[in-house]
């Protein structure tokens, strides 16, 4: 098995990310945040800075930027222009709604072109053995079936991503009420970033599943293979 495919690897990957993109800038804003400390420019600048350079050393690790890692770089830029500039907390809610909406549309958008993201969270060879379901695909003379089973799973994980815009408004919205540029702010900025996982990931991820579920029935249905058979072990 390939080193980096590890599930230990994956494990101690997921909880650096975690620990680096949520709970340290989650600290940092909520704790250094005041005049006594860092101070509210100081410390929103040093809390969103790392996620950015995580992301920036994952690039340069993958040598790799894709749409949603974009996305992710511009709505940390957003949020620290939104602070910096002083602007209205509202916008914080509307930038929130926006980034997952965008990569919903975007995702029912892409199927138009030859590279569908469905294919980038549910249906690529990380997760399964593609070339043996687009074998067993053509064997079977299936493939039509199952593009119009794709579309189906995309439009689920398009749900996942507008349900996500829905949630991130409403936390916001009521979370990050403060003027930003304040001590205030940055602390509701913190909390935000800490309850999103549980209150916004968690359902989202339970939509992806229903689509993953979905789509690894149809390929059972198509093809006769079981799950074992095509996921990576």
Known sequence: MN???R????????????VICVILPTIILKKLSGDDSLGPVYALILGLSLPLLF???????????????????ISILLTSSIGLLELDPKYIAIKEASIPLII??????????????????????????IDKVDAALQESKNQQHF????????YILAGSFLLSAILNYGL???????????????????????LSYPVITIP???????????????????TGLELEDIIHQ
């Open 147 to 154: 593009d119009r089973a794709l579309t189906t799973a995309t």
């Open 55 to 73: 992301g920036l050393y994952h690039f340069y690790k993958e040598r790799k930027f894709g749409f949603i890692p974009a996305l992710g770089f």
């Open 7 to 18: 599930p230990g690897n994956q494990s101690s990957h997921l909880i650096i990310e975690l």
């Open 204 to 222: 989202c991820m339970i939509v992806m599943i229903i689509a993953m579920v979905y789509l690894f029935r149809q390929i059972k249905r198509l």
């Open 104 to 129: 919903g549309l975007g995702t029912i958008l892409s199927l138009k072109t030859r590279y569908p993201l469905v294919k980038t969270f549910i249906y690529n060879d990380k997760i399964l053995q």
């Open 172 to 194: 916001a919205k009521y979370i990050v009420t403060s003027p930003s540029g304040t001590a205030a702010f940055n602390d509701e900025l913190g909390t935000m970033n800490l």
């Open 3 to 5: 080193e980096q495919a």
